[in-house]
C-alpha cells in the first residue's frame, strides 16, 4: 500500500460554546486545517489542525509541501514517515507551524492504519481500557469573567460532567487566585478540575520558575490538578 495524493483546505467555523453559554469571543470564527491522505487502495485518512491565529493559510502550505514528501511511501510505517518530515524540516526548528502540519498528516497516518486493520486506535495503542473518561472543556477559558466562570462550573456539574478543564498561566486577571474561585465557590472536591497552560510558549512573566511556582503552590492549596 503507497501514499497516492494528500489533499488540505482551510475551514472556517464560527466560534460557539455550547456547553454553558459562554459570552462572545474577541472573535467571531476559527479557522482549521483538514487534510485528507489517500492511499492507493482507497482508504483515506482524515487530520484536522487548529492554528488559531492569522496563518492559518500557510499552516495549509505546510501540509502540502510536507505531504508531497510522502506520495508514494508506505502509510503504515507511520514514526519512519514522521521523522523523515521532521529531518527534511529541522533547520525550522522543532515547534510552531512544522509540528502542527506534522501532527495533522501523523493523525491521517493513523486513521489509515485503523482502517487498514479494522481496529480502533485505542486497540492499536495496546487497548489498555475499553472506556476513558471525558471532561468539559472549553467552557472555563481564561478570557471569561469570573462570575461567568462560578455560573458555568455549577451548570457543568449539574449536566452531569465529573470532571472540568480551566486555563491559567497569563499574568494578570487570570492568576490562578481567580480560577481557584471556581473551586471555593462553586466545584465540590469530589469533581476533578484540571488546569491548561496552553499556548503560553513565550519567555514573559507567564513562564518565569517563579511565577510557574506560585502557580503551583496556588493550585496545590486549591485541589487544582495540574
Not at 518565569?208 to 502557580?215: E, L
Request: charged fraction near 20%; glycine fraction near 10%; include cysteine.
Amino acid at each position: 500500500m503507497k501514499i497516492k495524493r494528500i489533499r488540505s483546505q482551510v475551514v472556517r467555523l464560527p466560534v460557539e460554546e455550547p456547553l454553558a453559554g459562554g459570552p462572545p469571543y474577541f472573535r467571531s470564527h476559527n479557522q482549521f486545517v483538514t487534510l485528507r491522505v489517500e492511499a492507493e487502495d482507497g482508504i483515506e485518512g482524515i487530520g484536522a489542525i487548529f492554528f488559531g491565529g492569522a496563518l492559518s493559510a500557510t499552516l495549509k502550505h505546510a501540509v502540502d509541501q510536507l505531504g508531497e514528501l510522502l506520495i508514494g511511501e508506505d502509510p503504515l510505517r507511520i514514526e519512519a514517515l514522521t521523522q523523515k518530515l521532521r529531518a527534511t524540516a529541522a533547520s525550522a526548528g522543532p515547534g510552531g507551524i512544522v509540528t502542527l502540519a506534522i501532527s495533522g498528516i501523523d493523525m491521517a497516518l493513523w486513521d489509515i492504519k485503523g482502517k487498514f486493520f479494522g481496529q480502533s486506535l485505542g486497540a492499536l495503542l495496546g487497548g489498555l481500557r475499553d472506556r476513558v473518561p471525558a471532561y468539559a472543556s472549553g467552557a472555563l477559558v481564561r478570557a471569561y469573567p469570573l462570575d461567568h466562570l462560578v455560573k458555568a462550573a455549577q451548570l457543568l456539574v449539574e449536566k452531569g460532567f465529573k470532571q472540568m478543564k480551566t486555563q491559567l498561566a497569563l499574568p494578570g486577571d487570570t492568576t490562578p487566585a481567580k480560577k481557584s474561585s471556581v473551586r471555593g465557590w462553586s466545584v465540590k472536591p469530589s469533581v476533578p478540575i484540571s488546569i491548561s497552560c496552553a499556548t503560553s510558549t513565550s519567555a514573559g512573566p507567564s513562564t518565569r520558575p517563579s511565577t510557574s511556582a506560585s502557580a503551583s503552590r496556588t493550585c496545590i492549596f486549591f485541589g487544582l490538578k495540574t
